[in-house]
């Protein structure tokens, strides 16, 4: 466990947003590890907690965060909510990522919060993802500041790409309003949700399309073969 605990604080301590190479690099090292201490029972969640979700979090809302930096670090909060640890749960990172948005957030910051939230929502229980899914649509309908209506439109786009949210009661009214705000910022976030939710259902109907042909083919064969 100590061992552990120590590659945990030096990797932490590469993590930020002026070597994003080597901040993805020692992400993969922390969420290794975490993996490994959960594997074995470790405990590590008191450094995790004071040392790594900082550091994570302050990158969370770096403008500069992108590419596999981006990437390993969605899965450090995935692993690191996934680890059932106290202070380490689902409300506390939620709250957490929460408390980094204000208004003097660049455009590309709260993208980067929103795919966050969107991360640990995906890995909810279906009561906690509504709950999150419900505050989403709340704050785009009556969020006090802009800022906090684009990142829950985003918010919603990000989910949508990994969970359906069809079922979510007059949704798309709700995100077609978005386009009449006096924000342009806002108007470009609701474009990516529509087209985040479009996408999903391109996929499928590609799929049901390749496994229409599929079937016809090898109904094919069989007649060739009879």
């Not at 899914?133 to 704050?139: E, L, M, R, S, Y």
């Not at 990142?151 to 709700?174: F, H, K, N």
Request: proline letters at 3%.
């Amino acid at each position: 466990p100590a061992l552990l605990e120590t590659v945990l604080t030096e990797a932490a301590a590469l993590i930020d947003d002026v070597d994003l190479h080597l901040t993805h690099l020692a992400l993969r090292v922390t969420i290794s590890v975490i993996g490994a201490a959960d594997a074995t029972g470790a405990p590590i969640a008191g450094v995790a907690k004071s040392v790594v979700l900082p550091k994570a979090l302050t990158l969370a809302a770096s403008p500069l965060l992108q590419g596999l930096a981006l990437s390993s670090l969605l899965e450090l909060f995935g692993a690191l909510c996934g680890c059932a640890a106290a202070g380490l749960d689902f409300a506390t990172l939620y709250g957490a990522l929460l408390e980094m948005v204000s208004g003097a957030l660049a455009k590309q910051a709260v993208a980067n919060l929103a795919r966050a939230l969107a991360t640990l929502c995906a890995q909810a229980d279906e009561p906690t993802r509504a709950q999150s899914v419900a505050g989403f649509v709340a704050d785009i309908r009556g969020a006090p500041d802009e800022t906090r209506r684009r990142l829950a439109l985003l918010c919603v786009g990000e989910l949508g790409r990994e969970r359906d949210l069809q079922s979510v009661a007059s949704l798309q009214t709700i995100i077609l309003e978005s386009f009449e705000s006096g924000e342009e910022e806002t108007k470009t976030a609701a474009a990516c949700v529509v087209d985040a939710r479009a996408r999903p259902r391109a996929r499928r109907s590609r799929s049901h399309s390749h496994l229409w042909h599929s079937r016809r083919y090898a109904l094919g064969l069989v007649a060739v073969g009879n």
